[in-house]
Every structure is written in structure tokens, then in C-alpha cells.
């Protein structure tokens, strides 16, 4: 009676794994712990929502933002208003004599301005057009008297001739860096998702462990009773008892090793993933991805449509582009054309500045011709051409690169799928294995030898299972990574 009422204790404890690692959370109720059950996808979440990384990603979103709304800035009519207000001196100044002799006469008056100035940025010509209003104000105090001056208005035109247009090359780059940045926020949150899976599973590992060493040294301990009362009727021999209780010391050792993992592991999901609190940590198995086929074509279309490297793609050759452009820009000859038309007048008092102003007009034409440089223009475009033509290069091996990266992927994840179903069959026949292995112990026709060989195939198969379910959930969620899509969904991945 005594040896069979064992028997029923042991298939209990097989009944234990059956519920998981759900018994952590009994523990902790029993310790006066609160509990926080987690999936993996509320743990990703937390991980977007509240890590450092996550912050960071933010941060740099909005750097971007406001770097394009900088340059956009560039393009739209800029006005200034400036001036001298007061302008007041009071000093000697000399004073040149018709016989050639300095006096320094004593000087104290005001002399203010205020000036309005719009301009336009024409990215198309690279030219700059211009307009401005300014009034003068000049007040002699020693001789009480004011003058003014101004131009009512004024407009001009400044065009570069034969130079490199920055305006219209950032007008084709700058877009490309925005939409590139938007996109590698969405990347940053991805990898967010890869890099808390994995310290997910890493607690996952670690509670799963404590759970089987537990379940192991409860079991151990269970055997032990049915060995000793086998000893004292003769049955097994002193050798099998003390194997019995290495077991028994090592399944205790093996507790506290997995004890102080947990605590680790656990240590390191909340620092990463910005979990606060004291509560206890219980995660939640996860299952794989039901009915979702992922073919190497879909994910190198959404790919090149989605990622930043994508985008990056185009804007590495543009910048090559811009940069033969610019070296062919500043050989040779440049000039720069400026011209000018308004009015300007002068009076003692501010309405006569305005009353039938004299008109002006001003055309500049500069130039600079390089007479002897000794090769250094040719020498600079042709650098820039090779730089190019190198950029090219690069860039196609980039996308090749690119491209086997999400196949080798697509592929891995694929075998990550099949191998998750059969450590799943090797656990539960590892699980069923076991059972048998004890009962016939009990019932004396099985060697300790071979229960201790059933135990490790049981422990292994548990872990190898944790482990398949790592790297299928890693595997896809590098896969969201390198495409920037939703397989579950069906649709592009977006955050706000």
C-alpha cells in the first residue's frame, strides 16, 4: 500500500508540467508577492512604450522632424526687420583743414536706421530674389538739426552663373533623408521587438528551469521513499540509494542555480523593457503564428518599398551625383549677376523722403576665371566622377547583400516552423517517456541508470522546445524588422 499511494504522488508531479510554469504564480501568492503575468506581445509593447531605446528612437524622430522643417524653411520668403535704435555718439572726431592741418572737433549726435528686407530662395535657377525698405533718421545736436534719408523701396535680383545649384540638389536629397528617417524610426521599433524577445525568452529559460528542477527534486525526493522502503525488503542495493540521494543533492543544487538565473533574467527584462515595480514576473508560454506563409518575394517587395536602406539606396547616388555636380560647379569660370531697381530721396522730415523719391538702379557682373591651377578643377572632377562610379558599386552590392539577408531569413524562419513542431512531439514523447520510466522503477524492472537517462531526455526536450520557440519568435520578428510588414495583419507596419 505504501509503495503504490508513491506511485500516485509521482504521476501527480508528472500533472505539474502539465500546467507550465503557472506554479510560480502559487509560489508567489504563498510568499506574499504580487504577481505580473506577461505575453510576449505585451511585453514588446512595454518594451515600445517605455524603454530607453524606445525614448532615444523618439528623440531622433523629432530631430528629424524638426531638421525638415528647417530646410522646407529654406524655400519659403524669408522677412527681417533691423536697425539701430538708438544710435546715439558723443566723441571727437577729426576734422581735415584746407591748409592741410587736423582739428578735432567735438561731435554729439544720432544717427538711427530701421530697414525691412523680404527674399526668395528660387531653387529652380539657384538665384535669389529681393526687396527691401529702409529709413535713416540723423540728428545733429550741436547744430539742432535732422535729417533724413530712406528708400521707400527697392527690389533686386542675384543669380549665380555657371555654379552649383545647392538649392536644387537638397530639393532632391532632402525629401530622401526625411522619408528615410521616418522610416528608420519604424526599424528602431522592430528592433525593439527582436531585442526584448530575446531577453523575454531568456526569463522564459529560466522559469521553465526552475520548474523542472523543482519538479525534479520533488520527484527525486518521492523515488528516494520508494528506494529506501525497497532497501529494507532487500530489493535494490546500497549503491542504487546513494545514487538516489546524488540525485536528490544535485536536483537541490540545481534549484538554487535556477533560482538565482531567474532573478537575473528577470533583473534584466525590467531594466530593458522599463518594467517597474516589485512584482513578480510570471511569463506566459507563447504559441507559434497560426497560418501565416511567408514567401522570400513578398518579404523583398515590401522590403524595398518599406526599409530606410531602401531609400538610402537612391539617396547615396544622388549625393554621388550632386557631388560631380558641385566639383563641376566651382571649375572654371563663375560668375554672378546682381541687379537692383527702387527709389530712394532725402529731406528734413520723414514725408519728404516720400514725396517724389529719385529713382536708382545698380547691374553688377562679377567674375573669376581660374588662369593657371595646375590641374587641381580637372583633378577634382575626376575625383568626384570616380567617387561616384565607386557609389554605384557599392550600392549594387549593398542590394545584393540586402536581398540574401531576407531570403537566408525567409528561409530560416521556414525551418524555425517545422523544427518548432518536432520539439514539440520530442517533449511530449520525452514527457510520456519519463512517466513510463518511473512507474517501472517503482514496480522494480527499470535500472536506476535508465531512470536517470529518461530524466535528462525529459529535462532536455523542455528546454529544446523554449529554444525552438526562441528562435521561431526571433526569426520572425526579424523578419517585421527587414520588411517593415505585419505577416498577421497583412499590412504595413506604422507607428504614429
Request: with cysteine; glycine share 6%; aromatic share 10%.
Amino acid at each position: 500500500m505504501k509503495i503504490s499511494f508513491t506511485i500516485i504522488m509521482i504521476i501527480c508531479c508528472f500533472d505539474v508540467w502539465g500546467n507550465g510554469i503557472e506554479n510560480s504564480v502559487i509560489t508567489a501568492t504563498k510568499n506574499g508577492t504580487d504577481t505580473l503575468k506577461l505575453t510576449l506581445n505585451e511585453v514588446v509593447e512595454k518594451a515600445k512604450a517605455n524603454s530607453i531605446a524606445a525614448k532615444q528612437a523618439t528623440t531622433v524622430k523629432e530631430t528629424k522632424y524638426w531638421e525638415w522643417r528647417t530646410f522646407k524653411s529654406n524655400y519659403q520668403p524669408q522677412l527681417a526687420l533691423s536697425g539701430i535704435l538708438p544710435g546715439y555718439n558723443k566723441t571727437y572726431s577729426q576734422v581735415l583743414q584746407p591748409n592741410g592741418t587736423v582739428i578735432f572737433q567735438p561731435i554729439r549726435n544720432d544717427n538711427s536706421s530701421l530697414t525691412l528686407d523680404f527674399s526668395q530662395s528660387l531653387a529652380a535657377t539657384g538665384g535669389t530674389i529681393y526687396g527691401t525698405t529702409q529709413l535713416q533718421r540723423f540728428t545733429d545736436f550741436d547744430r539742432d538739426n535732422v535729417l533724413y534719408n530712406g528708400t521707400p523701396y527697392g527690389i533686386g535680383y542675384i543669380q549665380p552663373l555657371l555654379q552649383f545649384n545647392s538649392l536644387k540638389w537638397d530639393k532632391r536629397i532632402a525629401p530622401l533623408k526625411y522619408n528615410e528617417s521616418k522610416q528608420a524610426y519604424i526599424e528602431s521599433q522592430e528592433q525593439i521587438s527582436v531585442t526584448v524577445t530575446g531577453y523575454f525568452f531568456d526569463l522564459l529559460l529560466a522559469q521553465v528551469n526552475l520548474h523542472i528542477a523543482e519538479t525534479n527534486y520533488t520527484n527525486t525526493g518521492n523515488i528516494l521513499n520508494i528506494a529506501n522502503t525497497k532497501f529494507e525488503l532487500g530489493k535494490i542495493s546500497k549503491n542504487e540509494i546513494l545514487q538516489l540521494q546524488l540525485e536528490q543533492v544535485n536536483a537541490k543544487k540545481a534549484v538554487g542555480t535556477a533560482k538565482r538565473d531567474m532573478e537575473i533574467a528577470t533583473l534584466n527584462l525590467r531594466s530593458y523593457a522599463g518594467i517597474e515595480g516589485d512584482d513578480r514576473i510570471v511569463l506566459t508560454m507563447p504559441e507559434a503564428v497560426r497560418g501565416v506563409t511567408i514567401s522570400s518575394e513578398k518579404v523583398l517587395i515590401e522590403a524595398f518599398e518599406n526599409r530606410s536602406d531602401a531609400i538610402a539606396f537612391v539617396r547615396r547616388i544622388a549625393e554621388a551625383k550632386r557631388d560631380v555636380a558641385k566639383a563641376k560647379g566651382e571649375n572654371g569660370l563663375t560668375a554672378t549677376l546682381k541687379a537692383n531697381l527702387g527709389f530712394s530721396n532725402a529731406g528734413n522730415n520723414i514725408l519728404d523722403v516720400y514725396r517724389s523719391p529719385k529713382s536708382q538702379q545698380s547691374v553688377q557682373l562679377q567674375l573669376a576665371i581660374p588662369v593657371l591651377d595646375w590641374g587641381r578643377s580637372k583633378s577634382r572632377t575626376k575625383t568626384a566622377e570616380a567617387n561616384q562610379q565607386f557609389t554605384i558599386y557599392e550600392v549594387e552590392q549593398d542590394k545584393q547583400t540586402f536581398k540574401q539577408q531576407i531570403v537566408t531569413q525567409v528561409t530560416l524562419f521556414n525551418m524555425m516552423k517545422e523544427q518548432l513542431e518536432l520539439t514539440a512531439q520530442a517533449d511530449k514523447i520525452a514527457s510520456e517517456k519519463y512517466q513510463i520510466a518511473s512507474e517501472r522503477y517503482v514496480l522494480g524492472n527499470l535500472s536506476i541508470t535508465d531512470l536517470s537517462i529518461a530524466f535528462q531526455e525529459s529535462d532536455r526536450a523542455k528546454r529544446d522546445y523554449v529554444a525552438s520557440l526562441r528562435d521561431f519568435w526571433g526569426a520572425y520578428y526579424q523578419l517585421r524588422y527587414l520588411s517593415l510588414y505585419d505577416f498577421e495583419k497583412n499590412e504595413k507596419i506604422t507607428y504614429k
